[in-house]
């Protein structure tokens, strides 16, 4: 393995022999060959398997636990590809023991490896062939989809559904998102991540490349008012009440806190009786399958408030 850094906006050279693929931060992984033994963090996992690149292994964040969380795992099949750990006891000898011809993770600034702590990351990559791809505020999501798609083309993605099918299943879903915001103008989607009995994050939206996409198509977003936090605003359930959304976007991963322990807060109450409430993976795997799915959800929330 050979690897350097360089500028430039990344590609995979898939010709004979050599393969080289120019990852979000710059760096260059050039291999002998195609990869074809592919371990990634869940959330690119997931999208790859989507998008027909069958994952060797997947990992987690310093947020998940000793299984893999379902809620962030999309359509991989988990009792299928091995899950190594989350980020804060990631099993790195048994991860590379399964010799991977490429670790693919994902970084939030274009510089560090997220999900893992730094010394990890850099024990890693010395052992391993890694790209990361920027999933972070900087980012549309269809710039993110693209690279993903970038990556699994240069990976040999076989998929079972034609890749122009999916693309036109995920266009299909745009429109429909688009005539359902039209059609639900001013009804105001809250994102939001279950903080505990008494508190709950609040998304700032444009910090999300998913929220960012629901926007451009049309859809109006409850947003906190400004202050700490780049990602989110900490605040009382009755601060995300009195945003007074239509539709609230639940965060569901395994490290949000579960219903049972807010259930009886009147904030929550109040939020919950006036608005639907959809689980949300803050996550969402990059895929045009995944992307498809979150539209049609969103869309079918907003028609149903014109029902």
């Known amino acids: 393995m050979t690897k350097e850094h360089t500028s430039g906006t990344g590609n995979a050279d898939r010709g004979e022999g050599r393969w080289e693929f120019e990852d979000d931060r710059g760096a260059r992984v050039a291999l002998d060959r195609t990869p074809r033994r592919v371990v990634a963090y869940t959330q690119i996992a997931a999208a790859l398997w989507d998008e027909g690149v069958r994952p060797l292994g997947h990992f987690g964040s310093l947020h998940d636990g000793d299984a893999p969380d379902p809620a962030k795992s999309g359509l991989l099949p988990l009792d299928e590809v091995p899950y190594h750990g989350p980020g804060g006891g990631l099993r790195v000898e048994e991860l590379v023991a399964t010799s991977p011809d490429l670790l693919v993770g994902v970084t939030y600034d274009g510089k560090r490896l997220y999900g893992v702590e730094e010394p990890v990351a850099e024990e890693l990559e ?182």
Not at 138 to 150: I, K, N, Q
Not at 166 to 186: M, P
Not at 247 to 253: E, F, H, P
């Open 126 to 307: 010395a052992r391993l062939p890694l790209v990361a791809l920027d999933v972070g505020p900087g980012r549309s999501l269809d710039e993110v989809s693209a690279r993903l798609t970038a990556l699994a083309g240069a990976l040999g993605a076989r998929t079972a559904v034609p890749a122009g099918e999916l693309a036109r299943r995920l266009d299909g879903a745009r429109e429909r998102l688009r005539a359902a915001a039209a059609g639900a103008r001013g009804a105001r989607v809250l994102a939001l991540s279950p903080a505990g009995p008494d508190a709950a994050y609040l998304a700032r939206a444009t910090a999300w490349p998913d929220l960012r996409a629901l926007a451009e198509h049309g859809v109006t977003l409850a947003t906190p008012p400004e202050g700490p936090g780049a990602n989110w605003a900490t605040g009382a359930w009755s601060d995300a009440a009195a945003l007074d959304p239509a539709i609230v976007l639940g965060d569901v991963r395994g490290n949000a806190a579960r219903p049972a322990e807010f259930r009886d807060n009147e904030g929550w109450l109040r939020l919950s009786r006036g608005a639907r409430v959809l689980p949300w993976n803050p996550e969402l795997p990059p895929s045009a399958l995944a992307q498809a799915r979150f539209f049609d959800a969103v869309s079918e929330a907003l028609e149903s408030l014109r029902a």
